[in-house]
């Protein structure tokens, strides 16, 4: 726990000083992000990327300070980070109201008070039938519901999208949308909330 608490410390140093240079909104942490992948383009950034993007950047801290960065960043696991592990990491998280009507809209789904949203809690909000795919016959509906279910969130593939996947989804989302009031009316449009 010490050492993703020098993370976090990393992470607000590393924070005022991109603020500074005056990348605040989501073009200028992309415009930020393109510039570390600027070596082979594959909208990922490994770790020498990453290191190299904060130096060109000038961003003051050290190698081993960058790597543990890179470590917080990387919420998969597979080495790189992408541009919503990015957001996410220099965003940071949802904000109360921002939180708030995530959890509201979780609660709509988890009707059972399970701590998860199954398929069939979703089924009948996402119809399948009109897919492309379906129509064609490539896919039935329930592979494109299991896709739609993988795009969604569901990292580990259960068929079910449990409260954290849920939250990083939204994390991801909500870290490409500056204003709290447009967030919240998406929420509010895509899930037919009050």
Known sequence: MAQ????LAILENVRAQIKARGAKTIRGLGRTFRNFDSFDGNK???????????????IRISRAEADSLMQLFDLNGDG?????EFLVGIRGSLNAQRQAM???AFLKF??????????????????????????SGELTEDEVFLEFLQNFGDKNRDGRIQRDEWNEYYAAVSSSIDNDEHFVQLMKAAWKLD
Not at 4 to 7: L, S
Not at 46 to 58: H, N, P, V, Y
Not at 119 to 134: E, F, I, Q, T, W
Request: charged residues 30%; contains cysteine; aromatic residues 10%.
């Open 44 to 58: 990922q950034i490994d770790r020498e990327e990453f290191w190299s993007g904060l130096c060109e950047i000038q």
């Open 4 to 7: 993703k608490g020098g993370a």
């Open 80 to 84: 790189y980070v992408n541009f919503d």
């Open 110 to 135: 988890d009707a059972d008070g399970s701590g998860e949203i199954t398929a069939a809690d979703l089924r009948g909000v996402y119809n399948c039938s009109m897919h492309p795919k379906v129509q």
């Open 102 to 104: 995530v959890d509201k």
